[in-house]
């Protein structure tokens, strides 16, 4: 059993960054394809990006790139999310979700396997 852990999380305002760290533990984490997923009020569940097992391919979706960078250190069993330049529409709880295969960015939450408590971000105008 995989478990996904979230932190760094909060509230910053608008053209803040923050960073988000998602911690896993019990499985081989370089198996995982890794993703941040975020759900804002009233809003479906969406991937905002996704990185292969090797960090060697990302997806970004077009509403972020350019201001978020996903990393992975397989060493560490983590995935980070850098978030600059944010937007209040930015706002939302932000998971970290995890799952096997060979497609990395898949968009489908029911596609992954494991997922993270969530963390919260909020970004004021």
């Known amino acids: 059993q995989v478990r996904l852990v979230e932190s760094g999380g909060g509230l910053v305002q608008a053209g803040g960054s923050l960073r988000l760290s998602c911690a896993a533990s019990?499985?081989?984490?370089?198996?995982?394809?890794m993703g941040w997923f975020r759900q804002g009020p009233g809003k479906e569940r969406e991937l905002v990006t996704g990185i292969s097992r090797s960090g060697g391919n990302t997806y970004y979706a077009d509403s972020v790139k350019g201001r978020f960078t996903i990393s992975r250190d397989n060493a560490k069993n983590t995935v980070e999310l850098q978030m600059n330049s944010l937007k209040p529409e930015d706002t939302a709880v932000y998971y970290c979700?995890?799952?096997?295969?060979?497609?990395?960015?898949?968009?489908?939450?029911?596609?992954?396997?494991?997922w993270g408590q969530g963390t919260q971000v909020t970004v004021s105008s």
């Open positions: 979700a995890a799952r096997r295969g060979n497609y990395y960015c898949s968009r489908t939450p029911g596609q992954y396997e494991y």
């Open positions: 019990g499985g081989t984490f370089s198996s995982f394809n």
